[in-house]
């Protein structure tokens, strides 16, 4: 009786510790329902993410998709998401996958568009889609949005807001309380197609639709800028406003969210900029850009009106990425130049705290995790860093070779997806 009753109390402790385990690694499991995951600034909180692997070894899954898209995949639940074009660009789709197993779902067409002009770095399907948990939200190189409930059912199409860019459309969707936002940083498609390119004009703007219904709930022009295919981010003032930040060629706005009030404009010189912008400890950080002054700056978050430069904390001109946005991480910011230059810098002074070659070419957007930071190259080789004040090498996972990337990787429930011209690979430990 006595041993029986040990083994009983022995299953009772095996089973608690089990559920403590599983609720444990519950709490830290988490959606990435955008681009660059929860905050759109790359940062996870989970602790069980892989950090080597290769074309074989911790692969969960890989999925061919059709098409052709450089959107990056999002996660809700027990699906993952992605958008592709298929038919040259003609046929828009939204993707539906299992994320335990990887095997589509479902795979809708949404609309047909006419393909406009693109750089041969860019796609039909560029712009990341978002999801709320109930649908999923997506735009295409023509600018129209579309959204699909979890099953693949088409709810609603807008396409009052057509674009042309001579670089294609880049930017992704933000989705909050209700709000589907977009930057819209075009250029003209007449005669002179340096106009909006080259030469700033005042027709770029930004929109927030319903996204329950795709109706518009404002529209705000931009003023005189050029274009751009970062992100827009959040951010919360003193007084609890939510901002929307965001970056266009000349300019660093930030846009009452509820209203889309322009609040307030910084200058930044230069055109075609592509990284997003970041922010931490009441700043706000930039990259890239041509046609202007190079180099990462970094303006300090709050004000009304014109500021100018009248923020500008501090500006670096080495290790600046034209592709690649920044990361911030406990009071450090880290880039990844295009051509493989890993730097990391005191936010607070732009101050070099190490710089170091790793080689390789970099379009991706860097995530991070339990104090870690991956950088996705061209070639899907993963290098893995610590974020830390000293340069630590983690790992180098390759893929298989001709598998391309362009896309940002993904973090939810353990995986670590990155999207091949190909296929979605889904990691994890």
């Not at 444990?24 to 600034?41: K, T």
């Not at 819209?184 to 080259?198: C, F, I, T």
Request: aromatic content about 8%; charged content about 20%; proline content about 5%.
């Amino acid at each position: 009786m006595a041993a029986r009753g040990m083994l009983v109390g022995m299953t009772s402790l095996k089973n608690t510790l089990l559920m403590l385990g599983l609720a444990a690694w519950v709490a830290h499991a988490e959606n990435w329902p955008q681009f660059r995951g929860p905050d759109g600034q790359g940062h996870s909180k989970e602790s069980s993410v892989p950090t080597t692997w290769s074309a074989t070894d911790h692969l969960a899954w890989k999925t061919e998709i059709p098409g052709e898209a450089w959107s990056s995949p999002i996660v809700h639940g027990n699906r993952v998401f992605v958008t592709t074009t298929t038919d040259n660009g003609e046929s828009c789709r939204i993707i539906g996958l299992e994320r335990k197993t990887g095997r589509i779902v479902w795979n809708t067409e949404v609309f047909r568009q006419v393909p406009r002009r693109k750089e041969t770095r860019n796609s039909y399907a560029t712009p990341t889609p978002a999801t709320d948990g109930k649908r999923v939200y997506a735009c295409f190189g023509d600018g129209s949005f579309a959204a699909v409930d979890f099953d693949g059912k088409p709810l609603w199409i807008n396409r009052e807001h057509p674009f042309y860019s001579q670089h294609g459309l880049g930017t992704a969707l933000v989705l909050h309380d209700g709000l589907l936002i977009m930057s819209r940083d075009a250029s003209s498609e007449g005669a002179d197609k340096k106009v909006g390119w080259q030469i700033p004009w005042e027709k770029s703007y930004v929109v927030a639709l319903d996204a329950k219904t795709g109706k518009q709930q404002w529209r705000t022009g931009r003023g005189r800028s050029r274009i751009s295919h970062g992100t827009p981010v959040l951010w919360s003032d003193p007084t609890g406003r939510r901002q929307l930040v965001t970056e266009a060629g000349d300019v660093l706005q930030g846009f009452d969210l509820k209203s889309g009030t322009l609040l307030w404009t910084s200058d930044v010189p230069g055109e075609g900029k592509v990284p997003s912008v970041v922010i931490g400890g009441g700043m706000a950080f930039c990259s890239g850009g041509w046609g202007g002054k190079d180099g990462i700056k970094a303006f300090r978050l709050g004000g009304e009106g014109s500021l100018k430069q009248s923020n500008l904390v501090w500006e670096q001109k080495r290790g600046e990425p034209k592709v690649p946005s920044l990361i911030h991480l406990d009071g450090l910011v880290y880039a990844m130049t295009d051509t493989g230059m890993a730097t990391c810098y005191e936010a607070s002074t732009g101050a070099i705290v190490w710089q170091e070659r790793v080689g390789g070419n970099f379009s991706a957007s860097p995530v991070s995790a339990a104090g870690r930071i991956y950088f996705v190259g061209d070639n899907g080789q993963t290098t893995v860093l610590d974020a830390s004040k000293t340069f630590r090498l983690v790992a180098r996972n390759p893929l298989v070779e001709g598998e391309e990337v362009q896309a940002s990787p993904a973090i939810s429930q353990g995986l670590f997806l990155i999207r091949t011209r190909k296929s979605v690979w889904a990691f994890r430990r």
